[in-house]
C-alpha cells in the first residue's frame, strides 16, 4: 500500500500513486526551538537526531532506538512496513514532545519514524533527550516512547511470508493485529516483549480483548 | 498537504492499516453531508464485516481532530450533533502500532 501522505497540490493522486514509493529527498518534518519530529523514509541518522538536542547546557543526552524484530512471540517475520496519516502523526508527536520536554525540564527532543519497508534489524524510531542531568533524560526517552507507542499515528504491518500471511500490529494490547490474508496464523495471543509497551495509554479505543 | 480535493458534494475518507486493507482503498469520496453518527453504518452497507472487523476498534478524525463517535440509535442531542460536511477530511483510525 502506498504511503499516505498526499501528493500536494495534485488532482490525480491514485493515477500517481502506482506503487509506493521511497520518497528519499522528502522528509516530512516539523521543528520548533528545542523540539525536532519528523517521518522519513530514508535510514534514520544517530547523529543528526543527537544533535538536534545538542545544547551546551546538557549534561545528558539520552537516545533509544526501537528496531525490527525478526518475529512475533517466534513466528518468523520476514519484514516490517510502517504507514501513517503523516499530518495528524506529526501533530500528535509533537504534543507529545512539547508535553515531554516542560515536565522533564528537557534542553532538547527530537523524534524520527522511519516509514515504508524497514529491513529486520533496522532502526525504525530513533528518540533522543538532552537533559542537564541524567535522570531526567532517562525518564524523558523512556516516556516519550511509551506515548509515542500509545498515540502516534503510525502503524506497523509485519509478513510473516508463505502461509502466514501479514498482520497489521496493535500497540496497545501486543497481540496479533488484524489478518490481511486469508491463511492462518497461529493464534500466537500474549505477550510481545516490547509491543505491550504502549498498553492503555489511550483509553478511548474501547474495551481490550 | 491536504488530500486531494474532493467531488462537489462529498468529503474524503482515509483508510489505514486493517481499515485500508478490509475496504482495499487507501481513500474516497462519499456523499456529503453526512450524520456522524450513520457513518459507521454507511460503511457496513458498503463493506459488510467492516464495523466488526475494524470499526468496533478504530477511532474517527474530521480534519486532523478525534471526534467522540455517537451511537446510530442516539437521538438524543441531535441538536448538537456533528455533521460531517463537504470538503471534510475524514479518518478511520484503527489502533496504533508505531515504534
Known amino acids: 500500500m502506498a504511503t499516505q501522505q498526499p501528493t500536494q497540490g495534485d488532482e490525480h493522486p491514485r493515477a500517481q500513486q502506482p506503487q509506493p514509493q521511497p520518497q528519499s529527498s522528502d522528509p516530512t518534518e516539523i521543528s520548533e526551538p528545542s523540539i525536532y519530529v519528523a517521518l522519513t523514509h530514508d535510514h534514520l541518522s544517530y547523529q543528526s537526531t543527537i544533535d538536534r538536542v545538542r545544547s551546551p547546557e546538557a549534561g545528558a543526552i539520552v537516545v533509544f532506538a526501537g528496531t525490527t524484530r525478526n518475529n512475533f512471540n517466534s513466528l518468523p517475520v520476514q519484514h516490517l512496513s510502517y504507514t501513517s496519516y503523516a499530518p495528524l502523526a506529526l501533530r500528535t508527536m509533537l504534543t507529545i514532545c512539547r508535553s515531554i520536554l516542560t515536565k522533564h525540564g528537557l534542553k532538547g527532543i527530537a523524534m524520527v519514524h522511519r516509514l515504508g519497508v524497514v529491513p529486520i534489524g533496522e532502526e525504525s524510531i530513533l528518540i533522543a533527550v538532552s537533559s542537564p542531568h541524567r535522570q531526567a533524560a532517562w525518564r524523558a526517552g523512556e516516556e516519550a516512547l511509551e506515548e509515542c507507542k500509545a498515540k502516534v499515528e503510525v502503524w506497523k504491518r509485519e509478513e510473516f511470508g508463505g502461509e502466514g500471511g501479514g498482520v497489521w500490529r496493535a500497540n496497545r494490547d501486543g497481540a496479533i493485529g488484524v489478518k490481511v490474508d486469508e491463511p492462518r496464523i497461529g493464534e500466537g495471543k500474549g505477550k510481545g516483549d516490547e509491543d505491550e509497551g504502549g498498553n492503555g495509554g489511550r483509553k478511548d479505543y474501547g474495551e481490550e480483548k | ?99
Open chain 2, 1 to 99: 498537504m491536504s488530500a486531494p480535493k474532493p467531488p462537489k458534494g462529498h468529503f474524503n475518507l482515509l483508510y489505514f492499516a486493517s481499515a485500508s486493507s478490509h475496504t482495499g482503498k487507501d481513500m474516497e469520496a462519499l456523499p456529503a453531508p453526512l450524520p456522524l453518527r450513520k457513518l459507521f453504518d454507511t460503511l457496513e452497507e458498503r463493506y459488510q464485516g467492516i464495523r466488526a472487523t475494524v470499526l468496533d476498534h478504530s477511532l474517527v478524525t474530521i480534519n486532523l481532530s478525534y471526534v467522540d463517535m455517537p451511537s446510530s440509535e442516539d437521538k438524543d442531542g441531535e441538536d448538537n450533533a456533528v455533521v460531517i460536511q463537504e470538503g471534510d477530511e475524514v479518518a478511520i483510525i484503527p489502533p496504533v502500532s508505531s515504534g
